[in-house]
Protein backbone atom coordinates (compact mmCIF):
# COMPACT_ATOMS: atom_id res chain seq x y z
CA UNK A 1 0.00 0.00 0.00
CA UNK A 2 2.92 2.65 0.94
CA UNK A 3 4.67 1.68 -2.13
CA UNK A 4 1.40 2.36 -3.99
CA UNK A 5 0.75 6.04 -2.58
CA UNK A 6 4.48 6.43 -2.65
CA UNK A 7 4.06 5.82 -6.35
CA UNK A 8 0.84 7.80 -7.16
CA UNK A 9 2.22 10.69 -5.35
CA UNK A 10 5.29 10.60 -7.80
CA UNK A 11 2.99 10.63 -10.40
CA UNK A 12 1.21 13.29 -9.51
CA UNK A 13 3.90 15.00 -8.61
CA UNK A 14 5.44 14.80 -12.15
CA UNK A 15 1.67 15.79 -13.27
CA UNK A 16 1.57 19.03 -11.93
CA UNK A 17 5.67 19.56 -12.80
CA UNK A 18 4.73 19.23 -16.25
CA UNK A 19 1.68 21.58 -16.04
CA UNK A 20 3.66 24.15 -14.31
CA UNK A 21 6.38 24.01 -17.04
CA UNK A 22 3.64 24.56 -19.50
CA UNK A 23 1.87 27.36 -17.61
CA UNK A 24 1.19 30.83 -19.50
CA UNK A 25 3.85 33.68 -18.90
CA UNK A 26 1.82 36.62 -17.85
CA UNK A 27 2.96 39.68 -19.89
CA UNK A 28 0.51 43.16 -19.34
CA UNK A 29 0.72 46.72 -21.22
CA UNK A 30 -0.27 49.57 -18.69
CA UNK A 31 -1.66 52.90 -20.02
CA UNK A 32 -4.88 55.35 -20.28
CA UNK A 33 -7.55 52.79 -21.10
CA UNK A 34 -9.95 55.54 -20.05
CA UNK A 35 -10.24 58.82 -19.76
CA UNK A 36 -9.58 61.84 -22.39
CA UNK A 37 -6.16 59.74 -23.47
CA UNK A 38 -7.85 57.11 -23.60
CA UNK A 39 -7.21 56.75 -27.60
CA UNK A 40 -3.14 56.44 -26.31
CA UNK A 41 -4.12 53.35 -24.14
CA UNK A 42 -6.51 51.67 -26.97
CA UNK A 43 -3.53 52.13 -29.38
CA UNK A 44 -1.40 49.91 -26.76
CA UNK A 45 -3.85 47.67 -26.33
CA UNK A 46 -4.25 46.81 -29.87
CA UNK A 47 -0.34 46.81 -30.22
CA UNK A 48 -0.13 44.49 -27.43
CA UNK A 49 -2.80 42.09 -28.45
CA UNK A 50 -1.60 41.47 -31.75
CA UNK A 51 1.68 41.33 -31.00
CA UNK A 52 0.54 38.49 -28.51
CA UNK A 53 -1.12 36.85 -31.02
CA UNK A 54 1.72 36.56 -33.49
CA UNK A 55 4.25 35.57 -30.89
CA UNK A 56 2.04 32.85 -29.72
CA UNK A 57 1.52 31.68 -33.22
CA UNK A 58 5.04 31.09 -33.34
CA UNK A 59 5.41 29.40 -30.51
CA UNK A 60 5.25 31.83 -28.02
CA UNK A 61 8.64 32.88 -25.58
CA UNK A 62 10.55 29.75 -24.19
CA UNK A 63 8.08 27.13 -25.43
CA UNK A 64 5.11 29.11 -23.31
CA UNK A 65 2.25 30.89 -24.73
CA UNK A 66 1.92 34.33 -23.11
CA UNK A 67 -0.93 35.89 -21.42
CA UNK A 68 -1.47 39.52 -21.53
CA UNK A 69 -3.19 41.52 -19.22
CA UNK A 70 -4.39 45.19 -19.37
CA UNK A 71 -3.68 48.02 -16.66
CA UNK A 72 -5.59 50.93 -16.90
CA UNK A 73 -3.62 54.24 -15.36
CA UNK A 74 -6.13 56.55 -16.55
CA UNK A 75 -2.48 58.80 -17.08
CA UNK A 76 -2.89 59.38 -13.38
CA UNK A 77 0.55 58.91 -11.51
CA UNK A 78 -1.04 57.22 -8.35
CA UNK A 79 -3.60 54.92 -10.34
CA UNK A 80 -0.34 53.62 -12.07
CA UNK A 81 1.09 52.95 -8.94
CA UNK A 82 -1.73 50.77 -7.63
CA UNK A 83 -1.54 49.28 -11.54
CA UNK A 84 1.97 48.25 -10.99
CA UNK A 85 1.03 46.56 -7.41
CA UNK A 86 -1.61 44.76 -9.18
CA UNK A 87 0.37 43.39 -12.47
CA UNK A 88 3.47 42.39 -9.61
CA UNK A 89 1.05 40.38 -8.09
CA UNK A 90 -0.33 38.98 -11.64
CA UNK A 91 2.75 37.23 -11.80
CA UNK A 92 3.83 39.57 -14.76
CA UNK A 93 6.90 39.02 -15.96
CA UNK A 94 6.86 42.09 -18.46
CA UNK A 95 4.65 45.15 -19.35
CA UNK A 96 4.70 47.65 -22.18
CA UNK A 97 3.76 50.70 -20.42
CA UNK A 98 2.99 53.64 -19.59
CA UNK A 99 1.50 55.83 -21.66
CA UNK A 100 1.90 59.54 -19.94
CA UNK A 101 5.76 59.71 -18.39
CA UNK A 102 3.82 61.08 -14.74
CA UNK A 103 2.92 57.82 -14.56
CA UNK A 104 5.60 55.70 -16.25
CA UNK A 105 8.33 57.16 -13.54
CA UNK A 106 6.51 56.24 -10.34
CA UNK A 107 5.68 52.95 -11.52
CA UNK A 108 8.95 52.16 -13.16
CA UNK A 109 9.88 51.77 -9.31
CA UNK A 110 7.28 49.04 -7.95
CA UNK A 111 9.15 47.30 -11.50
CA UNK A 112 12.44 47.60 -9.95
CA UNK A 113 10.88 46.32 -6.91
CA UNK A 114 9.51 43.58 -7.93
CA UNK A 115 11.75 42.25 -10.84
CA UNK A 116 9.69 43.71 -13.49
CA UNK A 117 10.96 44.29 -17.02
CA UNK A 118 9.75 47.54 -18.29
CA UNK A 119 9.39 49.09 -21.80
CA UNK A 120 7.75 52.61 -22.28
CA UNK A 121 6.30 52.57 -25.84
CA UNK A 122 5.80 56.42 -25.43
CA UNK A 123 6.74 58.00 -21.81
CA UNK A 124 9.40 60.70 -23.25
CA UNK A 125 10.40 62.77 -20.49
CA UNK A 126 14.41 61.79 -19.48
CA UNK A 127 14.10 61.47 -15.84
CA UNK A 128 12.49 57.79 -16.55
CA UNK A 129 16.07 56.34 -17.50
CA UNK A 130 17.85 58.45 -15.91
CA UNK A 131 16.95 57.11 -12.43
CA UNK A 132 19.72 54.24 -12.58
CA UNK A 133 16.42 51.59 -12.45
CA UNK A 134 19.12 48.36 -14.52
CA UNK A 135 15.15 47.23 -16.05
CA UNK A 136 13.60 50.47 -17.66
CA UNK A 137 13.63 50.76 -21.18
CA UNK A 138 11.71 53.05 -23.67
CA UNK A 139 11.58 52.41 -27.62
CA UNK A 140 10.80 56.07 -28.06
CA UNK A 141 13.21 59.55 -27.92
CA UNK A 142 13.32 61.67 -25.55
CA UNK A 143 12.66 65.11 -24.57
CA UNK A 144 15.65 66.27 -24.27
CA UNK A 145 15.78 65.33 -28.27
CA UNK A 146 12.28 66.19 -29.61
CA UNK A 147 12.57 69.94 -27.59
CA UNK A 148 15.69 70.50 -29.45
CA UNK A 149 14.33 69.78 -32.81
CA UNK A 150 11.45 71.63 -31.90
CA UNK A 151 13.11 74.64 -30.42
CA UNK A 152 15.55 74.70 -33.78
CA UNK A 153 12.23 74.80 -35.94
CA UNK A 154 11.12 78.04 -34.00
CA UNK A 155 14.03 79.45 -34.34
CA UNK A 156 14.65 78.81 -37.78
CA UNK A 157 10.76 79.49 -38.80
CA UNK A 158 9.83 82.35 -36.16
CA UNK A 159 13.60 84.26 -35.69
CA UNK A 160 12.43 87.83 -34.31
CA UNK A 161 8.48 86.79 -34.01
CA UNK A 162 6.93 86.46 -30.62
CA UNK A 163 6.47 83.25 -29.55
CA UNK A 164 4.38 81.25 -26.89
CA UNK A 165 4.98 78.40 -25.13
CA UNK A 166 2.74 76.68 -23.21
CA UNK A 167 2.40 73.57 -21.22
CA UNK A 168 -0.23 71.56 -19.25
CA UNK A 169 1.76 70.95 -15.90
CA UNK A 170 2.45 67.78 -16.20
CA UNK A 171 5.61 65.34 -16.62
CA UNK A 172 5.34 65.21 -20.30
CA UNK A 173 4.30 68.49 -21.46
CA UNK A 174 6.22 70.79 -18.63
CA UNK A 175 9.33 68.49 -19.79
CA UNK A 176 9.10 68.91 -23.61
CA UNK A 177 7.97 72.89 -22.94
CA UNK A 178 10.94 73.51 -20.99
CA UNK A 179 13.35 71.98 -23.27
CA UNK A 180 11.91 73.13 -26.58
CA UNK A 181 12.29 76.82 -24.62
CA UNK A 182 15.80 75.66 -23.12
CA UNK A 183 16.58 75.22 -27.45
CA UNK A 184 15.30 78.07 -28.41
CA UNK A 185 16.85 80.52 -25.55
CA UNK A 186 20.20 78.87 -26.55
CA UNK A 187 20.14 80.15 -29.85
CA UNK A 188 19.56 83.76 -28.67
CA UNK A 189 15.62 83.92 -28.69
CA UNK A 190 13.39 84.62 -25.60
CA UNK A 191 9.87 83.66 -25.61
CA UNK A 192 7.47 86.31 -25.42
CA UNK A 193 5.21 83.98 -23.29
CA UNK A 194 5.51 81.37 -21.16
CA UNK A 195 2.37 79.58 -19.13
CA UNK A 196 1.02 77.06 -17.77
CA UNK A 197 -2.57 75.95 -18.38
CA UNK A 198 -4.70 73.42 -16.80
CA UNK A 199 -5.72 70.08 -18.18
CA UNK A 200 -8.93 69.27 -18.09
CA UNK A 201 -10.81 72.46 -18.73
CA UNK A 202 -13.06 73.20 -21.42
CA UNK A 203 -12.57 77.19 -21.70
CA UNK A 204 -9.13 78.37 -22.51
CA UNK A 205 -10.52 81.62 -24.11
CA UNK A 206 -8.92 84.16 -21.26
CA UNK A 207 -5.06 82.61 -22.19
CA UNK A 208 -6.08 83.08 -26.17
CA UNK A 209 -6.87 86.61 -25.26
CA UNK A 210 -3.11 86.96 -23.64
CA UNK A 211 -2.21 85.34 -26.84
CA UNK A 212 -3.68 87.43 -29.17
CA UNK A 213 -3.13 90.70 -26.81
CA UNK A 214 0.58 89.24 -27.29
CA UNK A 215 0.46 89.54 -30.95
CA UNK A 216 2.02 85.83 -31.20
CA UNK A 217 3.11 84.15 -34.26
CA UNK A 218 3.53 80.69 -33.06
CA UNK A 219 2.33 78.53 -29.75
CA UNK A 220 4.41 75.53 -29.02
CA UNK A 221 2.53 73.30 -26.58
CA UNK A 222 3.44 70.78 -24.00
CA UNK A 223 0.51 68.72 -23.71
CA UNK A 224 -1.63 66.40 -25.19
CA UNK A 225 -4.56 66.79 -28.33
CA UNK A 226 -7.13 67.47 -25.98
CA UNK A 227 -6.24 70.72 -24.37
CA UNK A 228 -4.06 71.21 -27.39
CA UNK A 229 -7.01 70.67 -29.72
CA UNK A 230 -9.30 73.37 -27.81
CA UNK A 231 -7.01 75.81 -27.30
CA UNK A 232 -6.59 76.12 -31.45
CA UNK A 233 -10.53 76.12 -32.10
CA UNK A 234 -10.83 78.93 -29.54
CA UNK A 235 -7.67 80.59 -31.23
CA UNK A 236 -9.67 80.46 -34.50
CA UNK A 237 -12.65 81.80 -32.64
CA UNK A 238 -10.89 85.04 -31.28
CA UNK A 239 -9.25 85.39 -34.93
CA UNK A 240 -5.66 84.54 -33.85
CA UNK A 241 -3.52 82.70 -36.86
CA UNK A 242 -0.82 82.11 -35.46
CA UNK A 243 0.31 78.44 -35.73
CA UNK A 244 0.39 75.88 -33.06
CA UNK A 245 4.00 73.28 -32.87
CA UNK A 246 3.35 70.84 -30.55
CA UNK A 247 4.98 67.19 -30.16
CA UNK A 248 4.15 63.27 -30.41
CA UNK A 249 1.03 63.44 -28.27
CA UNK A 250 -0.55 65.34 -31.40
CA UNK A 251 -0.01 62.64 -33.90
CA UNK A 252 -3.74 61.19 -33.70
CA UNK A 253 -6.82 61.98 -35.71
CA UNK A 254 -8.69 62.81 -32.64
CA UNK A 255 -6.67 65.74 -32.70
CA UNK A 256 -8.36 66.96 -35.54
CA UNK A 257 -11.98 65.51 -34.77
CA UNK A 258 -11.33 68.29 -32.03
CA UNK A 259 -10.02 71.29 -34.02
CA UNK A 260 -11.42 70.68 -37.45
CA UNK A 261 -10.32 72.93 -39.67
CA UNK A 262 -8.98 75.10 -36.60
CA UNK A 263 -6.10 72.12 -36.88
CA UNK A 264 -5.05 72.99 -40.22
CA UNK A 265 -1.29 73.52 -41.03
CA UNK A 266 -0.31 72.15 -36.98
CA UNK A 267 3.36 71.11 -36.79
CA UNK A 268 4.08 68.29 -34.67
CA UNK A 269 7.36 66.00 -33.66
CA UNK A 270 7.29 62.32 -33.87
CA UNK A 271 9.64 59.22 -34.98
CA UNK A 272 8.97 58.42 -38.77
CA UNK A 273 5.91 56.85 -39.66
CA UNK A 274 6.86 52.97 -39.24
CA UNK A 275 3.50 52.23 -40.90
CA UNK A 276 5.87 52.79 -44.02
CA UNK A 277 8.45 50.23 -43.24
CA UNK A 278 8.65 47.28 -45.17
CA UNK A 279 9.27 45.44 -42.24
CA UNK A 280 5.37 46.25 -40.96
CA UNK A 281 3.79 45.57 -44.15
CA UNK A 282 2.50 42.09 -42.27
CA UNK A 283 1.89 43.54 -39.13
CA UNK A 284 -0.03 46.78 -40.57
CA UNK A 285 -2.31 44.59 -43.24
CA UNK A 286 -3.48 42.58 -40.75
CA UNK A 287 -4.39 45.74 -38.55
CA UNK A 288 -6.28 47.31 -41.50
CA UNK A 289 -8.19 43.49 -42.58
CA UNK A 290 -9.28 43.93 -38.83
CA UNK A 291 -10.89 47.41 -39.15
CA UNK A 292 -8.24 49.01 -37.57
CA UNK A 293 -5.58 51.59 -38.29
CA UNK A 294 -2.44 51.60 -36.31
CA UNK A 295 -1.64 55.08 -36.12
CA UNK A 296 0.92 56.77 -32.96
CA UNK A 297 1.82 54.22 -30.57
CA UNK A 298 0.34 51.03 -31.78
CA UNK A 299 3.23 49.48 -33.36
CA UNK A 300 5.58 50.77 -30.75
CA UNK A 301 3.81 48.64 -28.11
CA UNK A 302 4.23 45.63 -30.66
CA UNK A 303 8.08 46.49 -31.27
CA UNK A 304 8.40 46.71 -27.25
CA UNK A 305 6.47 42.96 -26.65
CA UNK A 306 8.97 42.04 -29.81
CA UNK A 307 12.07 42.85 -27.98
CA UNK A 308 11.46 41.67 -24.84
CA UNK A 309 10.36 38.26 -26.13
CA UNK A 310 13.24 37.64 -28.18
CA UNK A 311 15.71 39.03 -25.22
CA UNK A 312 13.78 36.63 -23.42
CA UNK A 313 14.50 33.71 -25.43
CA UNK A 314 18.12 34.93 -25.96
CA UNK A 315 18.55 34.80 -22.27
CA UNK A 316 16.71 31.64 -21.93
CA UNK A 317 14.39 33.40 -18.87
CA UNK A 318 11.87 36.12 -17.81
CA UNK A 319 14.32 37.33 -14.79
CA UNK A 320 13.67 40.63 -15.88
CA UNK A 321 17.84 41.02 -14.77
CA UNK A 322 19.14 38.14 -17.40
CA UNK A 323 16.94 39.53 -19.96
CA UNK A 324 17.76 43.26 -19.22
CA UNK A 325 21.86 42.43 -19.24
CA UNK A 326 21.00 40.57 -23.06
CA UNK A 327 18.84 43.62 -23.94
CA UNK A 328 22.05 46.19 -23.95
CA UNK A 329 24.08 43.94 -25.87
CA UNK A 330 21.74 43.46 -28.80
CA UNK A 331 20.32 44.79 -31.72
CA UNK A 332 16.64 44.04 -32.50
CA UNK A 333 15.09 43.82 -35.69
CA UNK A 334 11.40 45.18 -34.67
CA UNK A 335 7.90 46.74 -36.68
CA UNK A 336 9.24 50.21 -35.82
CA UNK A 337 13.14 49.33 -37.16
CA UNK A 338 16.19 48.05 -35.91
CA UNK A 339 16.79 48.77 -32.19
CA UNK A 340 19.75 49.27 -29.56
CA UNK A 341 19.87 50.16 -26.17
CA UNK A 342 22.67 52.08 -24.23
CA UNK A 343 23.36 51.50 -20.85
CA UNK A 344 20.59 53.93 -19.74
CA UNK A 345 17.76 51.89 -21.51
CA UNK A 346 17.63 54.50 -24.22
CA UNK A 347 17.17 53.75 -27.85
CA UNK A 348 20.78 54.49 -29.55
CA UNK A 349 19.79 55.95 -32.46
CA UNK A 350 16.29 58.21 -31.45
CA UNK A 351 15.05 59.66 -35.08
CA UNK A 352 12.54 62.93 -35.27
CA UNK A 353 10.69 64.10 -37.92
CA UNK A 354 8.21 67.07 -38.64
CA UNK A 355 4.60 66.17 -39.10
CA UNK A 356 1.89 68.54 -40.58
CA UNK A 357 -1.81 68.79 -40.61
CA UNK A 358 -3.14 69.71 -43.57
CA UNK A 359 -6.94 68.85 -45.12
CA UNK A 360 -7.91 66.76 -42.18
CA UNK A 361 -4.81 64.22 -42.23
CA UNK A 362 -1.38 64.32 -40.90
CA UNK A 363 1.55 63.31 -43.19
CA UNK A 364 5.46 63.25 -42.30
CA UNK A 365 7.10 66.71 -44.04
CA UNK A 366 9.70 65.27 -47.14
Not at 25 to 36: F, L, R, W
Not at 278 to 303: H, I, M, N, Q
Not at 313 to 329: G, L, Q, W, Y
Request: glycine share 10%; proline share 3%.
Amino acid sequence: MKFKLSLLAAIAATALSATAAKADIAVATAGPITGQYATFGEQMKKGMEQAVADINAAGGVLGQKLKLEVGDDACDPKQAVAVANQLAKAGVKFVAGHFCSGSSIPASQVYAEEGILQISPASTNPKLTEQGLKNVFRVCGRDDQQGLIAGKYLLDTYKGKNVAILHDKSAYGKGLADETQKALNAGGQKETIYEAYTAGEKDYSALVSKLKQANVDAVYIGGYHTEAGLIARQMKDQGLKAIIVSGDALVTNEYWAITGDAGENTMMTFGPDPREKPDAKAVVEKFRKAGYEPEGYTLYTYAALQIWANAANEAKSTDAAKVAEVMRKGNYDTVIGKLGFDAKGDVTSPAYVWYKWQNGQYAEVK
